[in-house]
């Protein structure tokens, strides 16, 4: 690092060097064209020789100027790192590898028509399932027949239990009528002594 340091030194004085004496040859263009003014040049000349020290000027830079764009400027360690950064050509290899091929892609694009050209719209899918969904009832219907019908069988299962009932009221009514008869019967038979 310090012979880095070095080297960008003497390549900084060499270059402040040539801006000091950038400097000096501008001074003594200057010096040149008042000489020339004295001596009366043609105006022409004199304008030309004069946009091209305003050109020099302003595109000339001080040393302080320099020297803070010199500093500005990445040093050798801060490049390797940077490059260290970047992808090695295996890598580069690697990631070619993984993009899809012109093959794959015109098999992708032939797919995608088909399925463009063969599928159905958002619109005709509506349409389709509006159409299957009108022979299903909704959940509302659904729920009012479902109620109807508990309503039906707890009705059937209630007259189950009154024919129920009443048949019960019948078989006790039977029962005790049998019951009078075969005491009658017995009474007959022993009356008339048959047994």
């Known amino acids: 690092m310090p012979q880095d340091k070095n080297k960008n030194n003497q390549i900084l004085e060499k270059v402040l060097n040539t801006v000091s004496t950038t400097n000096i040859e501008l001074k003594k263009v200057s010096k040149d064209v008042d000489y020339l003014k004295k ?27 320099f020297k803070e764009e010199i ?20 890598e580069l290899q690697k ?12 098999d992708l694009t032939e797919t995608a028509n088909f399925i463009k050209d063969n599928a159905l719209t958002r619109e005709e899918f509506k349409e389709e399932l509006d159409l299957k969904l009108s022979n299903y009832a909704t959940k509302q219907e659904l729920n009012d027949k479902i109620t109807e019908a508990k309503n039906e069988i707890i009705t059937k299962i209630d007259g189950f239990i009154v024919l129920h009932k009443n048949l019960e009221t019948e078989l ?12 009658q019967v017995q009474k007959v038979t022993s009356y008339l002594n048959l047994q």
């Not at 500005?72 to 050509?89: D, P």
């Not at 990631?95 to 015109?106: A, D, G």
């Open 39 to 65: 001596n009366s040049i043609a105006k022409k000349e004199l304008t030309s020789i004069n946009n091209k020290l305003a050109v020099l000027k302003d595109n000339s830079v001080t040393k302080k100027e």
């Open 95 to 106: 990631e070619v590898k993984k993009l899809v091929t012109k093959k794959e892609f015109n």
């Open 71 to 90: 500093s500005k400027l990445a040093t050798k360690e801060e490049l390797k790192k940077e490059v260290s950064k970047l992808a090695t050509k295996e």
């Open 172 to 183: 006790s009514t039977l029962q005790s009528k049998c019951n009078r008869l075969e005491t």
